[in-house]
């Protein structure tokens, strides 16, 4: 078995794709909502190992003393058979709005994080670079 380490995720909404390790050994992802495209790479790309899967994080927006905007996928670990090429996943992501403000977070009304979480399903596949 090998594990996947290309992550082709889409949507009605968002397009995702997501390299463990491109061929210059940095991960990257690009991201694609409406006629947004974004693309990341390396230490941009925040990575965080869990019992429940690895987390994925970029960060989309952020407007000073205003909000930043996260984007973060939730991948679980996949193995793909030597008989096969590719296997078909299903994930959630989230695109998390953090309130600031001026002063800091802790000068902000109410809720700081606002979560929208959006399904997504592809394949996934393991590539050497």
């Not at 230490?43 to 996260?70: C, F, H, M, W």
């Amino acid at each position: 078995m090998k594990t996947a380490n290309l992550f082709d995720l889409k949507n009605l909404t968002l397009k995702i794709t997501y390299s463990a390790s491109g061929i210059d050994g940095k991960p990257h992802l690009s991201y694609q909502k409406g006629n947004v495209q974004l693309h990341f790479k390396g230490n941009q790309i925040r990575r965080k190992e869990t019992e429940i899967g690895t987390l994925v994080s970029v960060t989309l927006k952020t407007v000073p003393d205003s909000y930043a905007r996260v984007f973060s996928l939730l991948l679980p670990r996949v193995n793909v058979p030597e008989s096969s090429t590719e296997v078909a996943v299903n994930v959630k992501t989230l695109e998390t709005t953090v309130k600031t403000g001026i002063a800091g977070p802790d000068f902000v009304n109410g809720q700081v994080q606002v979560y929208k979480v959006y399904s997504l399903a592809g394949k996934v596949r393991s590539v050497v670079f």
